[in-house]
């Protein structure tokens, strides 16, 4: 009789056992008892005061880079949220953790990806540099005001667009001027003489000539740090 109900217990055992994983292994829903609409769905909570979303882990760029060696093709896809970037010397995997952000990590090609970063560059709007009317006078121009003043409706005459509600010319507000780094990489060396950048966006500048021969042009880039 013992034998028995001790066979009966593993049974029952076993049963649960088989019953539990079966649900581990199933769809499930997260704030609601309803069924899910996919592997994992995480629904509204109706009646609470805890904030709806959902946060991936948050770790700073250094933590990230010591945990390297964790992460390889079986963590293709990862989800982390950066707090701070890598401070100084990244490795082959965290050289993209260049801000705070999410990233998700390429198990192809063993590489965090910043999420929604574009190319993390844009070209300067088109612009005529002031040159005045003396050859070797010391100039100097701000480029990040001129992006503003062209990007914004408000202040802006020549301002024109299909939406007459817009305020700005991208869905984004301008970047903050702390947000860029300025970079000139060519331009029209018998106009001007370049002379420096600085971290407010001035563009100085020395005048070559007084003339501005067809096809003279600067190239700025911005950098988005």
């Known amino acids: 009789m013992k034998i028995e109900k001790k066979q ?13 994983t079966a649900h581990i292994k199933a769809q499930v829903t997260i704030g609601a008892q309803i069924p899910p609409h996919s592997t994992l769905e995480v629904v509204k909570l109706t009646g609470s005061t805890t904030p709806d979303g ?3 882990p948050q770790i700073s760029g250094d933590d990230l880079k010591a945990e390297d060696g964790k992460y390889g093709a079986n963590q293709n896809g990862a989800l982390v949220y950066v707090t ?14 260049t801000k705070p952000g999410y990233y998700y990590y390429d198990g192809t090609n063993n590489v ?3 999420i929604g970063a574009g190319e993390g560059w844009f070209y300067m709007p088109s612009l005529n540099l002031p040159l005045g009317a003396t050859v070797g006078a010391a ?3 701000n480029l990040y005001d001129e992006y503003v003043r062209q990007f914004t ?13 817009d305020a700005t010319a991208t869905d984004e507000v301008p970047y903050k001027r ?9 331009y029209s060396a018998d106009v001007i003489t370049v002379t420096g950048i600085d971290t407010d966006g001035w563009l100085y500048y020395t005048v070559n000539s007084a003339t501005v021969p067809d096809g003279s042009f600067i190239n700025v880039i911005f950098k988005v740090k």
């Open 84 to 97: 701070a970037k890598v401070s100084a010397s990244p490795t082959a995997k965290t050289k993209n953790v």
């Open 139 to 141: 100039l100097k121009f």
């Open 112 to 114: 965090w990806v910043a």
């Open 153 to 165: 409706r408000a202040g802006n005459t020549q301002y024109m667009s299909s939406d007459g509600a």
């Open 178 to 186: 702390s947000d860029l780094k300025f970079v000139v990489t060519a």
């Open 54 to 56: 959902i946060m991936a």
């Open 8 to 20: 009966l217990g593993m049974a029952a055992l076993l049963l649960a056992a088989t019953f539990f």
